[in-house]
């Protein structure tokens, strides 16, 4: 196996370990070298995992090459949360007092490398920070209040801020830990057949409209489940259920994610599961993710703040920005000129390091593949919006949308649907939209939504209620595989 330590800059790395490559995080990112390695693993010690910085899309861009991060995404997402301190504190609250009943002074901080605590003390609580946490470089913080140990801080430091005395036992750690398996477990599953529905009510652009969430909890009682719709401030309740649907605009700095990220933690069946919505979510992923797996998608460029010039002589003018996170046609922008280029690029590498730049594809539609339990669901037309590019037309507050046309899967070229299956499956067994462009007898996958829109009245227009009886019978189906037991 290759093993990777990635840095923020070549310069950041003091240490010499036998058997590793080092290199930097644009390397990585930029090369295509490392993108074709096989059987690798990364080791992101960046400066920073800020959203969208380059530490950030290491990680990321490591699970799209199969390169088995540390920390992963989800990790990067743990360390940023505002509940950390306390959910750490809550999940470890027994062994810290017994971990630093001995400790004489007021406060205590532990310089953790790869599970290992620097002053050799505390190993068990070290070991435990690190499982749970997945960082190889963590400083934490406790101090002592009314007779007991309290967790104030936990942050993910930097290898420039390990001390020189240190740097022996670092390389050590980090040594050993090349020897070991890290071994994850999960919860048993609760025995109600129960789906909780996540949706937001005042949100006029969800993925599902009223009298579509009607038609999901009707069609869950037919297969003898028990639904309840609930909203971003029910996150207390999920272990009450086996399932959660969630059909709210999900992203990665979201409510969404969070559930989703709390009822997989809890052993429920999931969709949107939190992998998902990270890979979806992201386009500077989707684009790694597709273009290594040979699916066709327009030509495309990663842009960064040293190679906004190569975008015309790549791909012309006009051409398409996206911001990496975008969603229902917002952060997606098309260009005409290098004056208006130059200025939107600027715009959008204010909020991320990289994003990207695609040709631009005119077309009269965008076809609509659905894909649940890695097969083809339902089909549509998307007509752009009425004298706009984009299916939905942003503008002054308000929102135009062309007219969808819903269409059996076998009035469907097979290439669309056979390409969309492959994109689909790339990505996990969850319910994706696959949208793909045409030109001639070419398709091109634009992007693979995590949540794709069912609409009463709209994306139902073939199957009427046996769509929503279809992917209530794949919750079905999960639920019982988890409890072992036979849908009546």
């Known amino acids: 196996m290759n093993i990777l330590f990635v840095v923020s800059q070549q310069k950041d790395w003091p240490f010499d370990i036998p058997g590793i490559t080092t290199i930097s995080a644009h390397t990585y990112l930029m090369d295509p070298a490392f993108g074709d390695c096989s059987a690798t693993k990364v080791f992101n010690l960046c400066r920073t995992y800020r959203y969208q910085n380059y530490g950030y899309y290491v990680s990321l861009l490591a699970e799209a090459r199969g390169h088995q991060p540390l920390p992963d995404v989800e990790a990067i997402k743990d360390l940023q949360s505002s509940d950390l301190v306390r ?119 969800s993925p599902s409209n009223p009298e579509a969430l009607q038609k999901f909890r009707e069609a869950a009682e037919l297969l003898g489940m028990s639904t309840r719709l609930i909203t971003a401030h029910d996150v207390s309740c999920l272990p009450e259920f086996d399932a959660l649907f969630i059909r709210d605009t999900t992203n990665v700095n979201h409510h969404t994610y969070q559930f989703s990220r709390r009822a997989t933690a809890e052993g429920m069946v999931v969709i949107d599961d939190p992998d998902s919505i990270l890979r979806c979510t992201n386009k500077i992923y989707l684009a790694e993710l597709l273009t290594r797996h040979h699916i066709p998608i327009p030509k495309t460029l990663v842009v960064h703040k040293d190679n906004a010039d190569q975008i015309v002589p790549a791909l012309g003018l006009p051409c398409i920005l996206k911001q990496p996170d975008g969603a229902f046609s917002l952060g997606v922008v098309k260009v005409h000129s290098e004056q208006e280029l130059i200025m939107k690029v600027n715009e959008l590498l204010k909020e991320s390091e990289l994003i990207l730049a695609q040709e631009y594809l005119p077309t009269e539609f965008d076809w609509r593949i659905a894909v649940l339990d890695r097969r083809p669901l339902f089909v549509c037309k998307y007509f752009m919006a009425p004298g706009h590019w984009q299916v939905i037309k942003h503008e002054h507050h308000s929102t135009c949308e062309g007219k969808i046309e819903a269409l059996s899967v076998g009035e469907v070229p097979d290439d669309v649907v056979k390409i969309a299956v492959q994109a689909a499956n790339l990505i996990g067994d969850g319910f994706y939209g696959v949208d793909l462009k045409q030109i ?31 992917v209530m019978g794949v919750f079905r189906k999960r639920i019982d595989a988890l409890k072992g037991s036979v849908a009546p």
């Open 87 to 205: 959910n750490v504190g809550d999940k470890l609250g027994n062994l810290i007092q017994c971990s630093l009943a001995d400790v004489s002074e007021e406060n205590a901080n532990l310089n953790i490398y790869f599970g290992r605590g620097a002053d050799g003390l505390h190993a068990h609580l070290c070991g435990q920070l690190f499982m749970m946490l997945r960082t190889p470089v963590l400083h934490v913080r406790f101090e002592r209040a009314g007779g007991r140990w309290h967790l104030c801080s936990i942050y993910a430091s930097s290898i420039n801020d390990i001390p020189h005395d240190h740097h022996p036992l670092f390389i050590q750690a980090a040594t050993d830990y090349l020897k070991e398996e890290r071994i994850r477990t999960t919860r048993p599953p609760e025995e109600k057949p129960a789906l909780a529905i996540l949706h937001d009510p005042d949100r006029a652009e």
């Open 440 to 470: 001639g007898s070419q398709y091109y996958v634009i992007e693979i939504n995590d949540n794709p829109n069912v609409d009463a009245g709209n994306e139902d227009g073939v199957l009427g209620d046996a769509l929503y009886r279809e």
